[in-house]
């Protein structure tokens, strides 16, 4: 590889997180640890790296609501800790190299300034708990999948583009646990626990996005 890329590992029933990194030729192996203290709420449920070439960032989010960011170069404690929700922080995602997007059991998506985390730099409350969003490739619009089967699409902002519902005639029939844009920002694919065994595709209508972001 030529950047960074990164295999992540978190095993319920311990509190540690271990990966490979190649940068330059080399291969560089690394574990994370957290305080045993707490173990339950310390178990890491997110693991993101930076993309931005060289970078050797990688964040974290944990059932104890932090936010920890890790430099692989100096790996045995947390570059920078911070508060983020009042419960379990599931997913996090850099944003560029200096922003971090948060979600969390608390039904907020947060996004933050990691060099000065003390408060959000937005909070877009949403209607259950955020489980795994996506951060779309070219306009950066984030597709939030919740427990209550719905997925709420908006940008980094919080300003909305509305709402993805799934009902009897089709979509999941529990939780969406999952979100992933397409490379060309035309389809969103989700997962689910409904054992369906489906992957959903879900068809973005261009033309009403471009109609919202002009009224705004």
Same mark, same amino acid.
């Given at each position: ?39 339950? =709420? ?31 170069? =100096? ?130 209508? =261009?033309? =009403? ?8």
């Amino acid at each position: 590889h030529d950047i960074c890329a990164s295999i992540a590992d978190c095993p319920v029933e311990q509190t540690h997180c271990g990966w490979a990194y190649r940068m330059n030729g080399t291969t560089y192996p690394h574990q994370l640890n957290t305080s045993t203290e707490r173990a339950n =709420e310390n178990v890491f449920h997110s693991v993101h790296p930076c993309h931005e070439e060289g970078s050797p960032l990688v964040c974290t989010g944990s059932g104890d609501g932090m936010v920890r960011v890790w430099d692989l170069r =100096e790996a045995l404690t947390p570059a920078i800790s911070f508060s983020a929700h009042e419960s379990m922080c599931g997913t996090v995602r850099f944003h560029g190299n200096d922003k971090i997007i948060s979600g969390g059991d608390d039904r907020l998506v947060k996004r933050w300034d990691m060099r000065v985390p003390k408060q959000p730099l937005t909070s877009i409350r949403c209607t259950a708990g955020v489980n795994r969003f996506s951060i779309s490739p070219i306009t950066a619009t984030l597709a939030i999948p919740s427990d209550d089967r719905k997925m709420k699409l908006c940008d980094v902002s919080g300003a909305s583009w509305g709402n993805l519902r799934s009902h009897k005639d089709g979509g999941h029939s529990s939780m969406i646990t999952c979100a992933q844009w397409s490379q060309d920002e035309s389809v969103i694919f989700t997962g689910s626990i409904d054992r369906s065994h489906h992957v959903l595709a879900w068809v973005v209508d =261009e033309k =009403e996005r471009e109609k919202k972001k002009r009224k705004r």
